[in-house]
C-alpha cells in the first residue's frame, strides 16, 4: 500500500483564532480513514484544507506524491480529489441531472456511463433526475452531494459528517454505501461526528480536540479505547 | 391610440432597462455585488459606436461590434482591477468601489470627449411604421430595441440552461465553494459575467441614444439607477425578473409622463418600486427555495 494523502503539521488560522494546530494525517490508498471529534474540533476545517478552500500557515500536503499545499481547490478535481462538503451543498436550484453534470465539470468526452453508474447506485436519484435538487429529501440530498462528488472519478473521496440530519435507517445506509464505495476502490476520508459507526467502518482514525489531535489508532483500537468510550460514545 | 403608442413607447424604453438590468442581476447574481458602474459602461459603449461612425466612418454593424468588444474589455479589467481584490471584503467596502468606478468612468470620458453633449445619430436605417393612416407612429427605434431585447432574453436563457459556462455561471451564483469543490474556477467565471453584461450594456447604450440622442458623460447614470431599480423591481438575480421588471418600469415611467406629470415620473416610478418592495421584498420573481433537510 502506498500513501495517497499526507497531511504534516498543518496550522490553519480563522483570522486570529488559531482553528487547527499541528495536524497530521495519512491516508493509506485504499483505505478508510475517520476523524472523529466534537462539533468545533476542527475536523471540517481539516478538510476544507486539504481540498485547497483554506490554506495552512505552516506545514504541507501531499496527495499522490505531488505538493498540493498553494493549489487551488479547483484545480484539484482533475487530480482525483473530490469534496462532499458539511450539509451536502447540492445545487438546490438546479436539476438532479444538472448536479450531477457540475460533478463531471472537468470531465472531457462523454459521461453517460457515470451518470448510469450513479443512478444504479442511487436508483432514488434516476426517478428524480429531472426535479429541482431543493425539492428531494436530506436523505436524497446526501445520496446526489455523493453521487455529483463520484462523477469527477475520485481517487480519493473526503466527505464531511454524511449522517448528519438523517434518521437512524439512513445513517446506516449511508455508511454502508461508504463501505460499497471503498470496497470499489475508492479511498476515503470520512469526517463525522458519530464516532460509533464511523469507528465500525473506520480501518484507521483520528480523534481531534479543540485543534489537536489527541489520539489515533486502528478503528478497533480506539472503539475499545475506554477513554474513547467515555468521551464520545455515550459511555 | 394614444394609449396604444404610450404602450409602445414605455414597451420600448422598459426592454433599454431590461437590458441595463440583466447587467445588474447576473453580476449580482453571481458575484452578490453591486456594480453601480454598470450604467456608465453603457455611457462608454454609446461614445465608442459614436465615435465608430463619425470619426472612424465605420458602418453601423462594425460600430457596434467594436463598441461590445471595448465594454467587454472594460468590464473584465474593472472587475479585475477594482473588484477581484475585494473579493473578501465586507459589502460595504466593494459598494463604495463601484461608486468610485462609476465616478472614475464619468470624469474618464469628460476628459476625453468634454461636457458638450454629443448628437447620437441613430443607428436604425429604417423610418417610423405609420399604421391606421398615419395616427399610430411607431419609430424603428423601438422596433429594434423590442427584438434585441427579445433575441437577447432568448439567447440568455439557452445559454444558462445548455451551456456547460452558463451551467457553471448558475453553480456559482448558488454556492461559490461547492462550485469550487466541482473543479469550477470561480474567478474566470466571474469574469465571463461581467463580460457578458458589459457587452449588453454596450448594446444598450447604442439603442438608448438612438431614442434619445444626446449624448454626455452622465448619459449612463440616470438609466442606470432605474435599471437598478428595474432589477430589484423583479428580483434582482432573477433573469426573467431583470425583463418584467424591466419593461414594467419603462411602461409605469411613459404613462406617468403622459397622463400625471413629467417632472414626477420618476418619483412616481420609484414610489412603485417602493410599494412593491413593501408587499414582496424579494422583488416579483424572486424567489428563495424553501430547504428541506
Redesign the interface.
Known amino acids: 500500500m502506498s500513501k495517497i494523502l499526507t497531511v504534516d503539521n498543518i496550522n490553519v488560522y480563522y483570522g486570529q483564532i488559531h482553528a487547527i494546530k499541528d495536524v497530521s494525517v495519512d491516508v493509506e490508498e485504499g483505505e478508510v480513514v475517520a476523524l472523529i471529534g466534537a462539533n468545533g474540533a476542527g475536523k471540517s476545517t481539516t478538510l476544507r484544507t486539504i ?3 483554506l490554506r495552512t500557515k505552516t506545514g504541507g500536503i501531499t496527495f499522490e506524491g505531488e505538493d498540493i499545499t498553494h493549489i ?7 487530480r482525483g480529489l ?2 462532499v ?1 458539511e450539509g451536502r ?6 436539476t438532479v441531472l ?1 448536479n450531477l ?3 463531471a ?2 470531465r472531457k468526452g462523454d459521461i453517460k456511463a457515470s451518470i448510469n453508474d450513479v443512478f444504479e447506485r442511487f436508483p432514488r436519484l434516476e426517478e428524480r433526475k429531472y426535479q ?1 435538487a ?5 436523505g436524497e ?1 446526501q445520496m446526489l452531494a455523493m453521487g ?1 462528488a463520484l462523477m ?1 472519478k475520485p481517487k480519493l473521496m473526503m466527505l464531511d459528517e454524511p449522517s448528519m ?1 438523517l434518521s437512524p435507517i439512513l445513517v446506516q445506509q449511508v455508511f454502508d454505501i461508504v463501505t460499497e464505495l471503498n470496497k470499489s476502490g475508492t479511498t476515503i476520508l470520512l469526517v463525522e461526528q458519530n464516532a460509533e459507526m464511523a469507528l465500525k467502518i473506520a480501518d484507521r482514525a483520528y480523534v481531534l480536540e479543540s485543534g489537536r489531535i489527541k489520539i489515533s489508532g486502528t478503528g478497533k483500537e480506539l472503539a475499545a479505547s475506554d477513554e474513547i468510550k467515555k468521551a464520545y460514545l455515550g459511555g | 391610440m394614444t394609449f396604444i403608442s404610450n404602450l409602445i413607447n414605455g414597451i420600448s424604453l422598459g426592454s433599454v432597462y431590461a437590458i441595463i438590468a440583466l447587467g445588474y442581476t447576473m453580476v449580482y447574481g453571481i458575484a452578490k455585488m453591486l456594480n453601480f458602474a454598470h450604467g456608465d459602461v453603457i455611457m462608454i459603449g454609446a461614445y465608442m459606436s459614436f465615435c465608430a461612425t463619425t470619426y472612424l466612418h465605420l458602418p453601423v454593424p462594425a460600430a457596434i461590434f467594436m463598441a461590445m468588444c471595448v465594454c467587454t474589455i472594460l468590464g473584465i479589467v474593472i472587475e479585475g482591477l477594482a473588484y477581484k481584490p475585494l473579493r473578501r471584503a465586507t459589502s460595504l467596502a466593494v459598494l463604495i468601489t463601484a461608486i468610485g468606478v462609476s465616478y472614475f468612468l464619468q470624469n474618464i470620458a469628460l476628459i476625453i470627449w468634454g461636457s458638450a453633449p454629443k448628437t447620437f445619430s441613430s443607428v436604425v436605417p429604417f423610418g417610423s411604421l405609420r399604421l391606421f393612416g398615419g395616427e399610430l407612429i411607431i419609430t424603428a427605434e423601438s422596433i429594434v430595441t423590442v427584438l434585441a431585447n427579445i433575441v437577447i432574453m432568448v439567447g440568455l436563457a439557452i445559454f444558462t440552461k445548455k451551456s ?1 459556462m452558463g ?2 455561471m ?2 456559482v451564483s ?2 461559490k ?10 474567478n474566470v467565471t466571474i469574469s465571463v459575467t461581467f463580460a457578458i453584461g458589459s457587452a449588453l450594456a454596450a448594446i444598450a447604450g447604442v439603442l438608448l441614444c438612438s431614442a434619445y440622442p444626446v449624448l454626455m458623460p452622465t448619459t449612463g447614470a440616470m438609466p442606470g439607477i432605474k435599471a437598478f431599480t428595474a432589477a430589484v423591481f423583479g428580483g434582482i438575480g432573477s433573469i426573467p425578473g431583470a425583463m418584467l421588471g424591466g419593461i414594467l418600469l419603462g411602461i409605469i415611467e411613459i404613462f406617468s409622463k403622459s397622463y400625471i406629470s413629467t417632472q414626477l415620473s420618476d418619483a412616481i416610478v420609484f414610489g412603485v418600486l417602493i410599494v412593491v418592495l413593501l408587499v414582496k421584498p424579494t422583488g416579483l420573481l424572486g424567489k428563495k ?5
Open positions: 481540498s485547497g478552500l487551488d481547490a479547483y484545480k484539484l478535481v482533475s473530490a469534496h462538503p451543498r447540492v445545487f438546490l436550484q438546479m444538472e453534470e457540475m460533478g465539470f472537468t429541482i431543493g425539492t428531494l429529501s436530506g440530498q455529483r469527477s440530519g | 456547460k451551467k457553471a448558475r453553480a448558488e454556492d465553494d461547492a462550485a469550487e469543490l466541482m473543479g469550477i474556477n470561480v427555495i424553501a430547504e428541506k433537510v
